[in-house]
């Protein structure tokens, strides 16, 4: 059923369809409007049986979470930003222990300075946790990767982060195609766990291992992550068998057939990316999108085949890894080990600044004309920058970076000097 609804009560109302026995719900921007609507939808008995726990913060979330999965409950929960670094402890716990929860993350930038928008930072903070990562390209995608996500985890008994951007998605009201209850349960079976805690066959659940086992129970996450790259698309084919569009998999190109450019991106900035090759191609430009729709694991083979032919790759990041550069980068480059072609990596949209048309065609140009670094901060505003080393160098006490540059924009009120 087509409906015009907010990203969040989209996703909310997928969660609904897929069933979930037990809800942990604490909130923070933004994801709040996820578990309000999921709220409701218990409270108004919409969602029933489901036991719908608030809980004291974002690491007890992922806690209950992992004891209510451990006992054989289909569980999900949502966080964002600090609150994932909040239960990080527990995020390693749920993947360690293979539970098959199901978590949306509404990516959000990590303080300080404290910022409530959009970028990448907090889902790629915790790419080596054990969790599957998946991106959604827009609502709609974020509404189907949610079915995908519980099918998925339980499959695979590990557990499956949706990641969907903050605001740009979760607040925005899009037109999606909501399917009906029948056909949900059509493509998600009942709930079988792979383990389960039952007083009648008692187990240990989360023992102690040693280094005369522990580096094979580290092998065998990896394991699953790499059983998975087979896994995430075949489900995906699944998914578009039954409801007739195409969401998910692991890459997903346009316009890359005879690209001798090709952007790879994840989120929702693969949308404004389109667009700007559209504009590129009726100008003559021969250039591609490449988006990623997993990211952990990170489908090697497949990126390489789609980028292969190609003369340069610019990887767009919206986040970085402080000291070194790209994140997703770094996985890019591993995945062409070998080919002989100009790389770069673009930074945009930390905090939620804005990614305009205007300046990806201009930051695309120079990297077609190879005159791009290699690492880019995309409308970075050098004058500030300069401005705050020059004032480091000058004085010992210089004050907080932030406030300074609230200063220098004019945000907050300058000093009298």
């Not at 994801?31 to 974002?58: A, M, R, W, Y």
């Not at 705050?388 to 300058?414: C, F, K, M, W």
Request: charged share 20%.
């Amino acid at each position: 059923m087509l409906k015009q609804i907010e990203g969040s009560r989209a996703v909310a109302e997928a969660v609904a369809l897929c069933r979930p026995d037990v809800i942990c719900a604490y909130p923070i921007s933004p994801q709040t409007h996820i578990v309000e609507g999921l709220g409701e939808l218990v409270k108004d008995g919409t969602l029933t049986p489901c036991e719908f726990i608030n809980v004291e913060s974002e690491f007890a979330a992922m806690s209950v979470a992992i004891g209510s999965s451990a006992t054989g409950a289909r569980t999900y929960t949502a966080t964002a930003s600090q609150g994932l670094l909040f239960m990080a402890e527990a995020v390693y716990n749920a993947s360690g222990l293979g539970l098959p929860i199901v978590m949306t993350v509404a990516n959000r930038a990590i303080g300080a300075p404290i910022n409530i928008w959009n970028d990448h930072s907090d889902s790629m903070s915790q790419r080596d946790s054990g969790w599957i990562q998946l991106f959604a390209e827009s609502n709609q995608e974020a509404l189907d990767l949610h079915i995908q996500a519980f099918k998925l985890a339980e499959e695979l008994s590990m557990p499956v982060m949706v990641c969907m951007d903050g605001f740009i998605l979760t607040h925005a009201y899009e037109r999606v195609d909501m399917p009906a209850q029948a056909e949900v349960d059509a493509f998600l079976p009942p709930y079988e766990p792979r383990q389960v805690l039952d007083p009648a066959e008692p187990v240990s659940i989360g023992a102690m291992v040693g280094p005369e086992a522990f580096m094979e129970v580290r092998y065998l996450a990896h394991a699953k992550q790499l059983s998975a790259l087979e896994v995430i698309p075949r489900i995906a084919h699944e998914f578009q068998q039954r409801f007739g569009r195409r969401s998910g998999g692991l890459v997903r190109g346009y316009r890359c057939e005879d690209a001798e450019t090709i952007v790879v991106a994840l989120g929702s900035v693969i949308g404004t990316l389109k667009d700007t090759v559209d504009d590129m191609r009726e100008r003559g430009v021969l250039i591609g999108v490449l988006g990623l729709q997993s990211f952990r694991p990170f489908p090697l083979a497949a990126v390489r085949a789609a980028l292969q032919h190609a003369k340069r790759v610019v990887v767009l990041e919206k986040s970085f890894s402080v000291g070194l550069g790209g994140v997703v980068s770094t996985d890019v480059r591993l995945a062409l080990s070998g080919l002989q072609l100009h790389g770069y990596t673009v930074v945009a949209g930390l905090g939620g600044r804005a990614i305009t048309k205007a300046s990806l065609e201009r930051t695309l140009r120079e990297a077609i004309a190879d005159k791009l670094p290699s690492l880019t901060f995309m409308d970075l505003d050098w004058r500030i920058v300069n401005r705050q080393l020059e004032r480091e160098a000058q004085v010992r006490r210089s004050g907080p970076i932030a406030e300074n540059l609230l200063r220098d924009v004019g945000t907050v009120a300058s000093k009298v000097s």
